[in-house]
């Protein structure tokens, strides 16, 4: 039994719950090896304007090629990087590579108004975090209007006065912003106001319904009204089907993103062509 130092909490020695923590121990100090080691991927997904298909942007999803346990989601890693203070490197790295990748696509037919959209935890969202953002622009020689950072509604439970401040020191230098999963965390609506974010993106959640629910119609056609009474664009996530997207497309979406219009894939595996149409 160990009772934890101030905390009126006791602990009873569980042999399954060791295990755990020895698990959690030892994915952490794999994921150090990872980030310096080359074993995280990044997967890019296409966006597509809701008008005619047409690709709009990317986004960078992380993957891990782990060792032994394969090709790992983000949700197996990212919440450990988070806690275990990874984050950033991660982030960052992601975003470098995006930018990377980014320039390959323009030299070589890719639409040079595509954009690419990489997600920032609220960890990462510091002062060190935006100079090197603007490093990476710069040695890439990337158009800021070209990137999008999708931030989630967690942020909102941050200090949330300096994180306003770093965004907009970035937007002011033609960095946009995307909020991530709209609708399913901790959303403020006087917030939504303030922040200098150009984009709203709607979470699969809702878009998963839309066909047989009214209700699920009507909110997402609610959410789509106020965000362009508010002057931002609407990213549609998670579209799986034809139907999805015919009935977003008639509610006023701008672009849609999905697996009816492509999964993630690795850079070798897109085809970010200007001018292509999706689904193929
Ligand atoms: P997200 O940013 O909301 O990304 C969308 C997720 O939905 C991705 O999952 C994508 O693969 C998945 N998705 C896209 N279209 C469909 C669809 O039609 N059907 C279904 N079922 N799923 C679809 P993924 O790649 O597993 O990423 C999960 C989350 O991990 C992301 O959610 C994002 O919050 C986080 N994440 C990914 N890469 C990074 C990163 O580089 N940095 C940080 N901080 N977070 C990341
Ligand atoms: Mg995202
Ligand atoms: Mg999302
Ligand atoms: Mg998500």
Same mark, same amino acid.
């Given at each position: 039994?160990?009772?934890?130092?101030?905390?009126?909490?006791?602990?009873?020695? $569980?042999? /399954?719950?060791?295990?755990?923590?020895?698990?959690?121990?030892?994915?952490? $100090?794999?994921? *150090?090896?990872?980030?310096?080691?080359?074993?995280?991927?990044?997967?890019?997904?296409?966006?597509?304007?809701?008008?005619?298909?047409?690709?709009?942007?990317?986004?960078?999803?992380?993957?891990?090629?782990?060792?032994? *346990?394969?090709?790992?989601?983000?949700?197996?890693?990212?919440?450990?990087?988070?806690?275990?203070?990874?984050?950033?490197?991660?982030?960052?790295?992601?975003?470098?590579?995006?930018?990377? /990748?980014?320039?390959?696509?323009?030299?070589?037919?890719? +639409?040079?108004?595509?954009?690419? +959209?990489?997600?920032?935890?609220? /960890?990462?969202?510091?002062?060190?975090?935006?100079?090197?953002?603007?490093?990476?622009?710069?040695?890439?020689?990337?158009?800021?209007?070209?990137?999008?950072?999708?931030?989630?509604?967690?942020?909102?439970?941050?200090?949330?006065?300096?994180?306003?401040?770093?965004?907009?020191?970035?937007?002011?230098?033609?960095?946009?912003?995307?909020?991530?999963?709209?609708?399913?965390?901790?959303?403020?609506?006087?917030?939504?106001?303030?922040?200098?974010?150009?984009?709203?993106?709607?979470?699969?959640?809702?878009?998963?319904?839309?066909?047989?629910?009214?209700?699920?119609?009507?909110?997402?056609?609610?959410?789509?009204?106020?965000?362009?009474?508010?002057?931002? $664009?609407?990213?549609?996530?998670?579209?799986?089907?034809?139907?999805?997207?015919?009935?977003?497309?008639?509610?006023?979406?701008?672009?849609?993103?999905?697996?009816?219009?492509? *999964?993630?894939?690795?850079?070798?595996?897109?085809?970010?062509?200007?001018? *292509?149409?999706?689904?193929?």
């Amino acid at each position: 039994i160990a009772r934890q130092a101030g905390e009126n909490i006791t602990h009873i020695y $569980n042999p /399954q719950l060791h295990g755990k923590a020895i698990d959690h121990l030892r994915l952490e $100090n794999e994921l *150090r090896h990872a980030i310096s080691h080359g074993e995280l991927k990044v997967f890019y997904q296409p966006v597509v304007s809701a008008t005619d298909g047409a690709i709009a942007g990317s986004e960078s999803l992380v993957r891990w090629q782990h060792p032994e *346990r394969g090709l790992l989601a983000p949700c197996h890693f990212i919440p450990l990087a988070e806690s275990a203070g990874l984050i950033h490197a991660i982030d960052l790295w992601i975003f470098r590579e995006s930018c990377r /990748q980014y320039r390959e696509w323009i030299l070589h037919g890719g +639409s040079a108004s595509m954009f690419i +959209s990489v997600n920032i935890s609220v /960890q990462s969202l510091d002062i060190s975090w935006a100079d090197q953002i603007l490093k990476a622009v710069a040695e890439f020689g990337i158009p800021p209007e070209s990137i999008h950072l999708e931030i989630t509604e967690s942020v909102f439970a941050g200090d949330i006065e300096k994180i306003i401040g770093l965004l907009e020191q970035l937007a002011g230098l033609g960095i946009s912003f995307a909020i991530d999963d709209f609708g399913t965390g901790y959303s403020c609506f006087s917030y939504l106001r303030r922040l200098p974010a150009s984009c709203l993106k709607i979470d699969k959640a809702f878009i998963d319904d839309i066909v047989d629910h009214e209700k699920a119609r009507a909110l997402v056609r609610s959410i789509i009204h106020m965000a362009h009474d508010l002057g931002m $664009n609407i990213i549609a996530e998670g579209i799986e089907n034809k139907e999805q997207a015919a009935i977003l497309a008639s509610l006023g979406a701008d672009y849609m993103q999905g697996y009816y219009f492509g *999964r993630p894939l690795a850079a070798e595996d897109c085809d970010m062509s200007a001018g *292509r149409r999706l689904p193929g």
